[in-house]
C-alpha cells in the first residue's frame, strides 16, 4: 500500500490554534516527523501508537540536516505508512514548506498540505497588536531575518520603508540591530513605534515595546530571545490598550496537573484557557479485579442492601461491566438507592443511565460515611478500590450500620522514576500541582521518590482527604470550595492573585 506525507501547520504554539484538519491528520498519523518550534502541548496531541522523529531544526543548529529530513519523509512514506510532516506557524509562511513537497512530487509521494496559522499574525494578535488598523496602517509586509549561511540579509529596506505600512520581521532576534539600521538608514522615523514579542501565544510569552532607535537597547535589558517576532509600525503603540493574553489571571503560572492515565485533560484545558502553562502527569492507573467473586455475590443478591456506595468513576465502571457479564442491567437494581462520593462519580453513574440519591457536599470519604450514616437503616454495599480509607467504613460502624466493603478495582502507580520532574520540582520551576485524589498524591510521590522536597510547590487539592495526603508529604496545600474541577480552577486564579495565603 502506498503510503502518503501530510504537511500540517501546527501554529505558533497554543495548541488551541492548530486548526481541526490538522487535529484530524494527526490523529490518523503512523509516524510524525517534527521540528523545534512545534509546542509541548501540541506534541501531547500525537496519538500514542504514533512514531515520533524530531528533527529539531532551529538557527544554526540542525541535528538533522534538510536533507535528512527529506530522505527521511520518503523512505517512511515509501514504507506505506501515513505520515505527518509537523511545523511551526504555516509550513509555507518561510518554513520551507515548499521545497519539502517539492522532493515528494519528485520522488513520486503522494502529499497534502494543511496550513496553519502564522506566528507573523498570531504572536501579534497574542501582544495586543493588530497588523492592520484603519488609523495607522493599511497594508501589512513578512519579513523573513534568517539568511543561508555565510550569507547577508537580502532585504531593500528603502522599499520597505516607502509601503508605510506594519512591517513584521521573522527569526528576527539576532538580526535585530542589522534591521534597525537599515530601516533607520532608508528614512524611517527613530520614533515609530516598534515591538517584539517572545514565546508569542504561548504562557511565558513576553513583549518588549519601544521605539525603533532604542528596540534594540530595551531587548537587551529583558534578555529578549528566539523565537520572537519583530513589529515595526504605528500598531505597535495599541499594545498595551489590547494586550489580552498577559492579563489573563493564570498568565505566566507553570502548573503540574496530576490526574489519571485515562482520564480527559478537562482541568488541564480550563487552566490552560486561563493563560497557565499547564504540564501534564498521567501518574495512576486504576484496573479492574476480574474476576471478582465478592462483586458477583453481592451483586446476585442486591435486594439485600438499601445503598450501594461509589467512591470514584472507576469503581462504577467495575461495577457496571461486571453487572453486564452477569446478563443484567439496571433494573437489578430495584430499589437499592445509590450513594455517591462527589460530582464526577455522579456523572459517571448519569452516563449509565443512573442517577446518585446521595452526594455529600464535601468530596471525602469520611463525609460520604456521614451522610450516609444519616440516612441509611439497612445494610451498605461498598464497591471502591482496594487500598479504600476506613474513614468510610468507621462512621458507618460507629452508627451502628451493617456494610460489606467490597474491592474492586486496584490503582497502579507503575510510572517509572522521574528524574528531571524531580528537579524541576525541588528547583521551584512550578507555581501549583493540581490533585483530584489522594491517589494522585501517592502516583505522583511514587514517581519522584517520597524524599523529594516538595516544599517550593503549593498542591491544590480537590477535598480534604486529598489535602493530608499532600500534606504528609510536606507540600503546602489550599482546598477548594467545591469537589468540582471548576471550583479547583477557582481556587488556582484565587491562590495566583494573592487571594489566599500560601
Known amino acids: ?96 514548506g515548499g521545497e519539502e513537497l517539492q522532493v515528494l512530487a519528485a520522488g513520486g509521494v503522494d502529499f497534502e498540505e494543511v496550513p496553519g496559522i502564522t506566528s507573523a499574525v498570531a504572536a501579534a494578535a497574542y501582544g495586543g497588536i493588530p497588523v492592520t488598523h484603519r488609523d495607522f496602517a493599511s497594508s501589512v509586509h513578512f519579513v523573513t531575518a534568517h539568511a543561508r549561511a555565510g550569507t547577508a ?143 458477583e455475590e453481592a451483586l446476585g443478591r442486591l435486594s439485600a442492601y438499601e445503598w450501594l456506595g461509589f467512591t470514584s468513576a472507576a469503581g462504577v465502571e467495575a461495577f457496571w461491566s461486571c453487572l453486564r457479564d452477569m446478563g443484567k442491567d439496571a433494573r437489578a437494581l430495584g430499589g437499592v438507592k445509590l450513594a455517591a462520593v462527589g460530582p464526577a462519580t455522579g456523572r459517571a453513574l448519569t452516563a449509565r443511565g443512573l442517577a446518585a440519591d446521595l452526594v455529600p457536599e464535601f468530596c471525602d470519604a469520611a463525609h460520604m460515611g456521614a451522610a450516609l ?56 520551576r512550578f507555581d501549583y500541582v493540581t490533585f483530584t485524589s489522594a491517589s494522585t498524591v501517592k502516583g505522583l510521590v511514587f514517581a519522584v521518590g517520597p524524599d523529594a522536597d516538595f516544599t517550593r510547590i503549593t498542591g491544590l487539592c480537590i477535598g480534604e482527604q486529598t489535602a493530608g495526603e499532600a500534606k504528609r508529604h510536606g507540600l503546602f496545600v489550599q482546598v477548594a470550595e467545591r469537589a468540582a474541577i471548576d471550583a479547583l480552577v477557582e481556587l488556582a486564579v484565587k491562590t495566583a492573585d494573592g487571594g489566599l495565603c500560601i
Open 373 to 428: 450514616a444519616n440516612v441509611a437503616g439497612g445494610r451498605v454495599l461498598l464497591l471502591r478500590a482496594e487500598e479504600g480509607t476506613p474513614a468510610l467504613t468507621n462512621a458507618l460502624e460507629a452508627a451502628g450500620i451493617a456494610c460489606d466493603d467490597v474491592s474492586v478495582y486496584r490503582t497502579i502507580y507503575n510510572n517509572p522514576r522521574s528524574a528531571e520532574l524531580r528537579r524541576e520540582i525541588e528547583a521551584g
Open 153 to 295: 540579509l537580502n532585504i531593500d529596506f528603502e522599499a520597505l520603508v516607502r509601503t508605510r505600512g506594519t512591517l513584521v520581521f521573522l527569526m528576527g532576534v539576532t538580526a535585530l540591530p542589522v534591521i534597525a539600521e537599515g530601516l533607520l538608514s532608508a528614512g524611517m522615523d527613530p520614533d515609530v513605534p516598534a515591538a517584539m514579542v517572545e514565546n508569542g501565544t504561548l504562557p511565558q510569552q513576553r513583549r518588549c515595546l519601544s521605539t525603533l532607535s532604542n528596540l534594540e537597547r530595551r531587548a537587551a535589558e529583558m534578555g529578549i530571545r528566539s523565537p520572537a517576532l519583530l513589529i515595526v509600525g504605528g500598531v505597535c503603540s495599541l499594545s498595551e490598550e489590547l494586550c489580552w493574553f498577559e492579563r489573563l489571571p493564570l498568565h505566566g503560572r507553570r502548573i503540574l496537573v496530576t490526574r489519571p492515565v485515562d482520564r480527559a485533560g478537562t482541568l488541564s484545558e480550563k487552566l490552560r484557557a486561563l493563560g497557565a502553562d499547564v504540564v501534564g502527569f498521567p501518574c495512576i492507573r486504576t484496573e479492574a479485579i476480574r474476576p471478582c467473586p465478592a462483586m
Open 1 to 96: 500500500m502506498a503510503g502518503k506525507v501530510t504537511l500540517v501547520g501546527a501554529g505558533p504554539g497554543d495548541p488551541g490554534l492548530l486548526t481541526v484538519k490538522g487535529l484530524w491528520a494527526l490523529e490518523q498519523a503512523e509516524v510524525v516527523v517534527y521540528d523545534r518550534l512545534v509546542s509541548p502541548a501540541v506534541l501531547s496531541l500525537i496519538p500514542a501508537s504514533a512514531q515520533r522523529i524530531d528533527v529539531g531544526k532551529e538557527a544554526s543548529h540542525h541535528p538533522v540536516p534538510q536533507d535528512g529530513i527529506n530522505r527521511i519523509l520518503l523512505k517512511e512514506a515509501r514504507a506505506g505508512r501515513n505520515v505527518v510532516r509537523l511545523k511551526g506557524g504555516d509550513p509555507f509562511v518561510f518554513g520551507r
